[in-house]
């Protein structure tokens, strides 16, 4: 099972810009996708961002299309969400997380579950004040 850590979280004033990492150990890394969740205080844990490393599939909730792109750096076992644009609502827990069977062709407009994914990491906060 891939273990994940993440990084890159703090506080930004709106319009501002910040990169998480996410870096991977063990498992096969190219054969996962890898997801962004954040979880706002009292909300439900959302996707994000995906990305299936095999093939380069992406995903972005409609929030964030146009201000948020994630990338993959199979050789370093790494995966980025680069987040420009920040806004007060995106203030939350982000945590990256690996699904060892990503859906053939990628995920289309239908937003990837929690429940697919079984390794996560600890979470980082981003704070976007206004």
């Known amino acids: 099972e891939v273990q994940l850590v993440e990084s890159g979280g703090g506080l930004v004033q709106a319009g501002g810009s910040l990169r998480l990492s996410c870096v991977a150990s063990g498992g096969t890394f190219d054969d996962y996708a890898i997801g962004w969740f954040r979880q706002a205080p009292g909300k439900e844990r959302e996707g994000v961002s995906c990305?299936?490393?095999?093939?380069?599939?992406?995903y972005y909730a409609d929030s964030v299309k146009g201000r948020f792109t994630i990338s993959s750096d199979n050789a370093e076992k790494t995966v980025y969400l680069q987040m420009n644009s920040l806004k007060p609502e995106d203030t939350a827990i982000y945590y990256c997380?690996?699904?060892?069977?990503?859906?053939?062709?990628?995920?289309?407009?239908?937003?990837?579950?929690?429940?697919?994914?079984?390794?996560w990491g600890q979470g980082t906060q981003v704070t976007v004040s206004s």
């Open positions: 997380a690996a699904d060892p069977f990503p859906p053939l062709g990628g995920w289309g407009t239908i937003s990837p579950s929690p429940a697919e994914f079984n390794s």
């Open positions: 990305i299936i490393n095999s093939d380069g599939n992406t």
